[in-house]
């Protein structure tokens, strides 16, 4: 049976989304159209490539999430350099590795750009800061004057993991002009409603895979001090666009994975806790399914 899906950003916990996905495939669900916003870009770009979920898991377990941390080279010691490289570049890393790795493994499926998909068939969310607006690519292209089709869907999920200040963010030239594009989760980390909308007849039944607890359940951010302050300033980024629209009526067709203990950017992360992330977006997505109905 063919539907459609969505995956929430939350960095190095994607392995979780994996865990779900096999699980999805399990009871012989397809999916038709897919989207994410930053780890779930990368997600739904290899679903959309029609790489299935053991596939997945072998690209990512064998691969050394370190590479990924492709600091520029300079003569000067890391550790003095990092300044620089925020002020100056606004992120720690480059994120070119990310960019080449996704590139690669598209191209092993003959995928390059969007035009290489069906229309609509994967779409991904990313922030444009400069002119203050969430993008949906490659749907608003357009509005930079850009060929939807002709953009390199590897460029794409870039610009939607460029955590601010970690990695650099994508400058994207169009003419004279230059838009900074950052992780997508900093406007919509968990873009369900591109697929389910109020009042629209849906063509198939949409899934969410969201790596948190139910937004409508969780709890209230403690804040005593000035990290708490910033902590809940990116939480609120990150999720007051998408728990405005999330109601329990969405809700039910949603599968959440309350991985908050895990630290989005913990590259070092070891074969056990990549596993055991696996582990659980399995037994979370077993738990819903044994209550969905659609």
Not at 204 to 227: E, T, Y
Request: hydrophobic share 40%; glycine share 6%.
């Amino acid at each position: 049976m063919y539907i459609d899906g969505v995956f929430s950003g939350g960095g190095i916990k994607g392995f979780a989304l994996i865990g779900a996905y096999s699980e999805i495939e399990k009871r012989g669900f397809r999916f038709k159209r897919v989207a994410g916003t930053s780890a779930g870009s990368i997600i739904a770009a290899l679903i959309a490539a029609k790489y299935t979920s053991e596939e997945i898991y072998q690209l990512m377990d064998e691969l050394d999430l370190e590479v990924f941390l492709d600091s520029r080279k300079t003569f000067v010691p890391f550790a003095v350099t990092k300044w620089i490289m925020l002020y100056w570049r606004l992120g720690l890393y480059k994120g070119d590795e990310l960019e080449n790795w996704i590139e690669e493994k598209l191209a092993i499926r003959g995928i390059r750009t969007f035009s290489d998909l069906p229309s609509q068939a994967l779409r991904i969310v990313a922030s444009d800061l400069t002119n203050s607006r969430l993008v949906v690519l490659p749907d608003d292209l357009v509005n930079y004057g850009i060929d939807p089709g002709a953009f390199p869907i590897a460029k794409a999920v870039r610009m939607s993991c460029s955590l601010p200040y970690f990695f650099e963010p994508v400058k994207l030239h169009v003419r004279r002009d230059v838009s900074i594009i950052v992780d997508g989760g900093v406007l919509s980390n968990f873009p369900m409603w591109l697929f389910d909308k109020d009042n629209v007849k849906k063509a198939r039944p949409v899934l969410g895979v969201q790596l948190s607890q139910n937004i409508i359940d969780r709890p209230k951010n403690k804040i005593k001090n000035a990290i708490q302050m910033y902590e809940a300033l990116f939480e609120t980024m990150k999720n007051a666009h998408d728990a405005r629209y999330i109601s329990r009526k969405h809700a039910k067709n949603i599968i959440f994975i309350p991985v908050e203990g895990s630290l989005t950017t913990e590259f070092e992360l070891t074969q056990e806790g990549k596993e055991t992330l696996v582990e659980f977006g399995k037994k979370c997505t077993n738990q819903f399914f044994s209550q969905w109905s659609y």
